[in-house]
């Protein structure tokens, strides 16, 4: 079936710059997608979503960027913090698909204090 | 507090054995899933439920089952027929709304 994302990158960055991580997906019927937080041995937490009607929504110190014309998903992490260190993932579905998410293969981010 | 929980957090079995994960939630969630993720790799689902006493097979069911007898319990069953179960298995709820909220996962080793 069709995937989202890319294997699992590592992004490494000074503490206090921005971040950037980025998402390819390849459903141009999707119509929702949401960002993961995951640290190491725990289970992902909801960062941020986005609905296919939008091409950008602000949270606290982060943004998430949608692309729809060339089907690519970006999350912006403001000032980053060493507790942002941990495995983000993107994840799409559609509307009509009964909740069901389907989650690319994520990426490391690693903050350097 | 309400939340997804998951035990135990560490389990070791023997090859050979069945092992049974434990999922609950007190969200008042209809759906619930299973994932399973190795190292440095991302979530691979195993089975799903959109209500009780109903549930579908995900991209890696086989050497797996479940049940969904309460809304609130979701319980995952590792049998001697999976080939590979060494991994970390994370439980999530859903509501209408598409976010899934994910339990702190449970690290199983069998040798």
């Known amino acids: 079936g069709e995937s989202v994302g890319l294997h699992l990158p590592t992004l490494s960055v000074q503490e206090g710059d921005n971040s950037i991580i980025n998402c390819a997906y390849s459903?141009?019927?999707?119509?929702?997608f949401i960002w993961y937080k995951q640290e190491s041995g725990k289970g992902p937490q909801f960062i941020i979503d986005?609905?296919?009607?939008?091409d950008k929504r602000q949270g606290q110190r982060v943004t998430v960027l949608l692309n729809k014309t060339v089907k690519h998903l970006s999350l912006q992490i403001a000032a980053t913090q060493p507790g942002d260190s941990a495995v983000y993932f993107c994840?799409?579905?559609?509307?009509?698909?009964?909740?069901?998410?389907?989650f690319g293969g994520g990426t490391r981010l690693m903050v350097k204090p | 507090d309400g939340g997804i929980t998951q035990s135990p957090k560490y389990l070791f079995r023997k090859e050979g054995q069945n092992v049974t994960l434990s999922c609950e939630q007190n969200?008042?969630?209809?759906?619930m899933y299973w994932y399973r993720q190795d190292p440095g790799q991302g979530l691979r689902l195993i089975y799903y439920?959109?209500?009780?006493?109903?549930?579908q097979k995900g991209d890696i069911a086989e050497g797996y089952s479940v049940s969904r007898e309460k809304k609130e319990s979701f319980p995952l069953t590792v049998t001697s027929a999976q080939k590979n179960p060494t991994a970390f298995y994370l439980c999530?709820?859903?509501?209408?709304?598409?976010?899934?909220?994910f339990g702190p996962g449970t690290r199983l080793t069998v040798t």
């Open positions: 999530a709820s859903s509501s209408r709304g598409l976010e899934q909220y």
């Open positions: 459903n141009s019927a999707s119509d929702y």
């Open positions: 986005i609905r296919s009607n939008m």
């Open positions: 994840a799409e579905t559609l509307n009509n698909a009964g909740n069901m998410l389907t």
């Open positions: 969200l008042n969630h209809d759906a």
């Open positions: 439920s959109q209500i009780v006493n109903d549930f």
